[in-house]
């Protein structure tokens, strides 16, 4: 009896898989004499082969909870015999949801944070179920912010992630009638004119890098700055001040960049053009902070052209741990931030958001370590990653006594 319930149970799988390519060979080719019709599997081949209706089989693509676990693993299988895709506009109006997520982004696609910001996003958004659509901004006037948020707008997105972390973008965006949810990828709280952010926790990232400076031994200590007006910039110079107060060591003036290799390059003749100035035999300072590792690359540049050696003469530490730091020469110290927690919290806060909008099971953030209670309606929140330090081989530790940082027994 066993052998024949198992030769059944062949049997009936040996029915279905003729039945699956009968309907992908019936589905697949229609018509008249010479002319042939592609037609891709429908809603409805899929429910005659798994025995049910086609209001089922819509029942488990919108994950209805009243579907049987058995049934949905029976149309489920079907569907993937029969290489069924449904259709995304039919289901999104049967839903009256478009599932869409709209991502603001600077129009600076060389430069590593950001665009790991979005990819990291659109990352995310594909795990929740969510499609994205990404506008570029050519310049932060209030003009062209308002005309990238109508067109994602226009586009039916549910929420929208800004992902340039500039004042003037977020200050713009709380002055707009947005009525979607918005999280700012990247920031501080304190600067998102009242949006939620999600972000990496720049002040901790640079007082784990200064305070391993310092504990090398190095006292006097220059910042290679980002623009002034963004937000990551002004965070990591405040806090790189900061440390430099609380271990009472001179906090001597930044030099800026543009984020690129090429800006770091020029900060550093102009920093070598300085100390040849002061005439006192040396540069004034014996390591530099970079706010990010294209700057850092430049400024090695500079420095090793002029004679320099890293770290033997001067020491050079950057930020973000881009995948090419570790081939430096020498191999950079940096701090390295994970894009892919930082997209994981940014869209589920806004998921969150959106979620409670549409009053369905979207709303729980709970499991996800980090973020704020999802029950916070209406409060302005943050959900933050920390920040990993990457030691390497182009900081030198100094002969000179170490000096504790209070940061560093924090």
Not at 201 to 215: C, K, N, P, S
Not at 344 to 351: A, D, E, G, H, S
């Amino acid at each position: 009896m066993a052998a024949l319930g198992a030769a059944g149970t062949r049997s009936a799988v040996a029915r279905e898989l003729c039945d699956a390519q009968s309907v992908r060979q019936t589905a697949g080719s229609e018509g008249n004499g010479d002319e042939t019709r592609v037609r891709p599997p429908s809603i409805r081949d899929v429910a005659r082969l798994a025995g049910v209706s086609h209001q089922t089989v819509s029942r488990v693509l919108n994950g209805h909870p009243s579907i049987r676990d058995a049934t949905r693993s029976r149309v489920l299988a079907v569907m993937d015999q029969l290489q069924f895709r449904p259709n995304r506009a039919a289901r999104m109006l049967s839903m009256r949801r478009s599932k869409m997520i709209g991502v603001l982004a600077a129009a600076v696609g060389a430069h590593y944070g950001p665009a790991s910001s979005v990819r990291a996003v659109e990352d995310a958004a594909r795990e929740r179920g969510f499609y994205t659509t990404v506008a570029h901004l050519a310049s932060v006037e209030p003009d062209a912010i308002s005309a990238a948020v109508e067109d994602l707008l226009g586009q039916d997105v549910e929420g929208l992630v800004i992902v340039v972390p500039r004042t003037a973008v977020l200050s713009r965006l709380a002055s707009l009638p947005v009525n979607v949810p918005i999280v700012a990828a990247q920031g501080e709280l304190d600067d998102s004119g009242g949006i939620p952010v999600a972000s990496v926790d720049q002040r901790a990232g640079v007082r784990m890098l200064m305070g391993y400076l310092i504990r090398q031994g190095h006292e006097r200590i220059k910042h290679l700055a980002g623009p002034p007006d963004w937000n990551d910039a002004r965070s990591r110079l405040r806090a790189y001040e900061a440390e430099l107060r609380a271990a009472d060591l001179p906090v001597l003036p930044p030099v800026y960049g543009d984020w690129t290799a090429d800006s770091g390059y020029q900060a550093g003749l102009a920093l070598l053009r300085e100390a040849a100035r002061g005439g006192a035999g040396g540069l004034g300072f014996s390591a530099v902070f970079s706010a990010n590792d294209q700057m850092a690359l430049g400024l090695m540049h500079a420095f090793r052209e002029a004679g320099l050696d890293v770290p033997h003469d001067v020491s050079v530490a950057g930020f973000d741990n881009i995948p090419e730091s570790e081939h430096f020469w020498p191999p950079l110290t940096t701090v390295s931030q994970d894009f892919a927690a930082l997209g994981t919290r940014c869209v589920t806060l806004l998921v969150g958001a959106i979620g409670r909008a549409y009053g369905g099971p979207d709303a729980s953030g709970q499991g996800v370590p980090g973020l704020p209670d999802a029950n916070m309606r209406d409060a302005v929140v943050s959900a933050v990653v920390q920040p990993e330090l990457v030691v390497r081989n182009s900081v030198r530790g100094l002969n000179a006594a170490r000096r504790p940082s209070p940061a560093s027994n924090s």
